[in-house]
């Protein structure tokens, strides 16, 4: 069993930055695959970032260039930089990580279908 625990919420103005962690515990010897996930009440939950165990990143259109996925060097807590915050960015935030040993070239990194593991989520919000 893998345990995540987010941390690094909060609320922030347009053009602010937050920094969301993920902290992973349990059986995590190998490198999973990495995910950061947001919803809110009006839109389902969709795939932010990614990063696998080969340090390759996905990003959702919507926030290229403003966010950045990234991990430590025991790999065992993952981070998402938010920089140049928008209100439309306001959401509850979930990170993810899936261990199944599956070829890259088969994933959909932002797919949430793809992840076994969840954390509780971080509420995120963004005021104008």
């Known amino acids: 069993q893998v345990q995540l625990v987010e941390s690094g919420g909060g609320s922030v103005q347009s053009g602010g930055s937050l920094t969301l962690s993920c902290a992973m515990s349990g059986d995590t010897d190998e490198t999973p695959l990495m995910g950061w996930f947001r919803e809110t009440p009006e839109k389902e939950r969709e795939g932010v970032a990614a990063?696998?165990?080969?340090?390759?990143?996905t990003y959702a259109d919507s926030v290229k260039g403003r966010f950045t996925i990234s991990q430590d060097n025991t790999q065992s807590i993952f981070y998402l930089q938010m920089d140049n915050l928008k209100p439309e960015d306001t959401a509850l935030y979930y990170c993810?990580?899936?261990?199944?040993?599956?070829?890259?070239?088969?994933?959909?990194?932002?797919?949430?279908?793809?992840?076994?593991?969840w954390g509780q989520g971080t509420q995120v919000a963004v005021s104008s």
């Open positions: 990063i696998d165990g080969d340090g390759t990143t």
């Open positions: 993810a990580a899936d261990y199944r040993e599956i070829s890259p070239v088969l994933r959909k990194p932002l797919n949430r279908w793809e992840y076994h593991y």
